[in-house]
């Protein structure tokens, strides 16, 4: 059965610093893989996806993350984060009709 | 501008009474969904529905029921069934089954006391 890890519950960056946020999945064929952001309180906005082709792509609020066919990851990255990326990251895996979704990733921004 | 609503916001019931969401979309997408997230376990899918008059359960379908009477339409009643309602629901619609990106509500959160 498909199914997405996200390993890291909470994580805590400072203002100015690199982010990467990890995902994992389990999935029998290569699944659509798309980022979630998630404000308190509110709904999900989509950050990013994967589809097909280059294993880089970019996403909206200068997010990018890398597809490794090898290690069954979609990391989410960013070279340097703002206090306003303070919020719940979700990574999700999918086909057709069925979305999963990983447990989350809250993240804190320290000024 | 397209998107996709969900009142109330916030709703609040006694146990026993059977509550409805609603979730509209004018984004003119043939698939809607509705998910149920609590607290550290991500989302879970309550039901689909690819196209009108057609709905599937999800995972978490007992308690609930809906309906997909008009394409922009498809409301969620949480009834009394569900042992544990209290939660934040969130309705999302794709342009179709085939699954490309779900594009979301803001969200209701449900507390029944």
């Known amino acids: 059965a498909q199914s997405v890890t996200q390993p890291d519950i909470h994580i805590t960056v400072s203002e100015g610093a690199s982010l990467e946020l990890r995902c994992n999945y389990s999935y029998g064929a290569t699944p659509y893989l798309f980022w979630y952001v998630q404000s308190p309180g509110q709904g999900l906005q989509l950050l990013l996806k994967?589809?097909?082709?280059?294993?880089l792509v970019q996403g909206i609020k200068g997010f990018e993350a890398e597809f490794k066919r090898s290690q069954s990851s979609f990391n989410l990255r960013k070279p340097s984060v703002h206090w306003s990326d303070a919020a719940e990251y979700f990574c999700?895996?999918?086909?057709?009709?069925?979305?999963?979704f990983g447990a989350g990733t809250r993240l804190t921004v320290k000024p | 501008d397209g998107g996709i609503t969900q009142s109330p916001k916030y709703l609040f019931r006694k146990e026993g009474q059977n509550v409805t969401l609603s979730c509209e979309q004018n984004l003119n997408h043939d698939a809607m969904y509705w998910y149920r997230q609590d607290p550290g376990q991500g989302l879970r899918l309550i039901y689909y529905s690819q196209i009108v008059n057609d709905f599937q359960k999800g995972d978490i379908a007992e308690g609930y029921s809906v309906s997909r009477e008009k394409k922009e339409s498809f409301p969620l009643t949480v009834t009394s069934a569900q042992k544990n309602p209290t939660a934040f629901y969130l309705c999302?619609?794709?342009?179709?089954?085939?699954?490309?990106?779900?594009?979301f509500g803001p969200g209701t959160r449900l507390t029944v006391t």
């Open positions: 999700a895996v999918g086909a057709s009709g069925d979305m999963r």
């Open positions: 999302a619609s794709s342009i179709s089954i085939s699954l490309r990106e779900q594009y």
């Open positions: 994967y589809f097909s082709g280059d294993t």
